[in-house]
């Protein structure tokens, strides 16, 4: 693994307690490093789950203590009761109860800003989407809009799936509704525009949550009904909001040393998939490996465009 640079961000996507193998690749970082996540990274963007770990780094618990709480707590989160079997006929298929117990037990009663006025201070940056005003917050500690919100709401509030869990507030909902559930570019953003980092003085770690293909064959599409292409645009919106974010990233932080991670997982692990934490727990031993050995992601980029004669 190459050295990082003077400034050191993170930003991580969402996908729900697929965050294990995020937490079990930083857990790899700090053993190979001999230091805590909070030592390493100044800024920190999240997204849903993403919003989770950074929020804990920010409040110091290291990446094997957060490991261990997503490994001992996704059954009680993603308990599978009747209201989970039967979410179509409900308004959610679990009460955001646990993920609320958990980071009051964890993070306690921090305000955003308590991130920003610590020694030495971190920059949390949390995106969530409000259905009253249409648009993406993002949530950091250094603005007086949500210095003193409380972690807990703006971590719940970026984590509330839409029929998954319950909007917050009856207003907020998953940052991922958006075009953020990959946050690298906020978090690149935020490192030069608005924290003054020197882009040859920085390094940003990008974190996937694992990617599935979609297994289609050939011709399968045209024999679709219309309800089956709800499950196939989905996917395409999403997986294009995610290499988009990447390929701008790219483009305009071109002295950046951008480093992007991700899995392809050999099958289809929903994001309340907490009966499948031993091959979670798998995955993210191998996203660490390549962490290690700086096997990045390939970048598509959009910037080289082969002219006409």
């Known amino acids: 693994m190459q050295p990082f640079r003077k400034n050191v961000a993170i930003a991580i996507d969402g996908g729900g307690i697929r965050g294990v193998i995020v937490t079990r690749a930083l857990a790899l970082l700090e053993q190979h490093l001999g230091q805590p996540v909070h030592s ?5 963007a999240g997204t849903s789950t993403g919003s989770i770990i950074s929020a ?3 409040a110091g618990l290291t990446a094997g203590q957060m490991h261990e709480l997503y490994v001992s707590l996704g059954h009680i989160i993603f308990r599978k009761t009747l209201r989970s079997r039967l979410w179509v006929l409900c308004k959610y298929r ?3 109860d646990g993920v609320e117990a958990a980071l009051k037990q964890h993070v306690g009663d921090k305000k955003m800003g308590d991130f920003w006025s610590a020694t030495p201070p971190t920059d949390v940056v949390i995106t969530a989407y409000d259905l009253v005003e249409n648009r993406t917050r993002f949530i950091k500690p250094w603005k007086t809009e949500y210095a003193t919100w409380p972690v807990t709401r703006a ?3 970026s984590s509330s799936v839409p029929t998954v869990f319950p909007p917050v507030e009856g207003r907020y909902v998953d940052g991922g509704v958006g075009a953020y559930a990959n946050p690298c570019y906020i978090a690149a953003y935020e ?5 003054g980092w020197d882009p ?6 990008s974190f996937g949550t694992g990617h599935f293909p979609s297994g289609l064959k050939p011709g399968e599409a045209a024999r679709f009904w219309p309800w089956q292409w709800l ?3 989905l996917d395409a919106f999403l997986q294009s909001a995610y290499d988009e974010q990447l390929q ?8 950046l040393d951008f480093r992007r991670f991700q899995v392809t997982l050999r099958e289809d692990i929903g994001m309340d998939a907490a009966d499948q934490m031993t091959r979670l727990v798998e995955y993210g031993d191998e996203m660490g490996q390549k962490l290690l050995n700086d096997e990045t992601e390939p970048i598509p980029d959009f910037r080289r465009v082969r002219r006409r004669p």
């Open 231 to 233: 499950d196939p645009l």
């Open 155 to 157: 971590v719940l509030a």
């Open 200 to 205: 040859a003085e920085t390094t940003l770690l």
């Open 248 to 255: 701008v990233v790219n483009a305009l932080f071109p002295g």
């Open 56 to 58: 804990g780094i920010g």
């Open 94 to 96: 679990y009460p955001l």
């Open 191 to 195: 490192a030069v525009n608005c924290l």
């Open 40 to 44: 390493i990274f100044r800024l920190a």
